[in-house]
C-alpha cells in the first residue's frame, strides 16, 4: 500500500470499540463472518397463535456485534395491528448498552443487531428505549437495514420512531418492492409470509473477522507499517496502520464511536485507494 501522492504518508487509526458495535454500514453488499459471542438474548415462543403449526419467533444476539435485549414476551396484537389480523406479533425489544466509559462517564448506547427466526410480514418489532440512546436525534428518518443471507442488505422503510413513546418500530413486510432478494422475489415480506430467518441491524455489519483480514492484507505490503497504540475496554487492539513516508502527515480515524461502525467500510475503501497502482 503506496501513497503515490509526493510528500504524503497517511495514517489509519482502526480502534474496534466494542465487541457489540464491531460492524459497520454497506448499501449494496456485505459479508459477516459470526465467530464471537458479544451478547445473548433469546426468545423461543409459539408466537402466532395457540394451536398455530408456526414454531414461533426465536431472537437472538449470540455472535459478532450482537445486540439486543428483550423488553417483554413477544404479544398477539389485535386486528387493526397489521396484516395477518390475530397472528401479528409485537416482538418488544432494548438496545443494550455499551460498556462504561470512565472519560465521559456513561455507557453509551445506539447499536443493535440481532436475529430473528420465525418471522412473518406481520411481525412488528419495536425498540422500546430507543429515546434513551446517545443520539436519539438519529432516529427520524432511519431505516432499519435487513437481511435474508447476511450479504445482500435493504432498508425496512416503514421504520417508525415515536418521539412521544420513545420507540423505534418497523415490520418486514414493510420493505420496498425493489429491495433485491436472494431467491428472486420482488419483496422481501413476501418471503416471509411463512416465517423467515432475518437479521436486523441498524446498519449492514462490518464483522470483526472482515477487520482482522482488512488490518493483516494491508500489513503485508511494503509500502505499510502495522502497530498497536493500545486496548478497547473490550480488551480489542486499537489498530494504526501508515501508509508512505512523506513530510505531509494525515490522520484518519474510524470506529471510534459506538453505533458508527459503518466507517470502517470508507476506510476499506480508502486503504484500497492508497493501494493501487493504477490510481
Known sequence: YKSHSPGMKCSLLLAASVTRTASSFS?????LVSTASSSMSTLSMGAHGAGSSNPGVHISSAFDSGNIALDESALPLGDKQGPGGSDAVEVRLKIVPDPFTELEERAHSQWFHFKCVGARASTKFTITNANGASYPQAWPGTTVCASL??????RCVDTTYDQDAGTLSWT?????AVSPTPNGGENAGENASHGSTVWFSYFAPYSFERHQDLVGRV??????RHAVLGRTLDGRD???LTIGDGETKVWVIARQHPGEPMAEWFAEGLLERLGCEED
Open 27 to 31: 448499501s449494496s453488499r456485505a459479508r
Open 149 to 154: 443471507d447476511r450479504e445482500t442488505w435493504f
Open 172 to 176: 418486514l413486510g414493510g420493505t420496498p
Open 219 to 224: 500489513a503485508r505490503s511494503p509500502h505499510a
Open 238 to 240: 486499537i489498530d494504526l
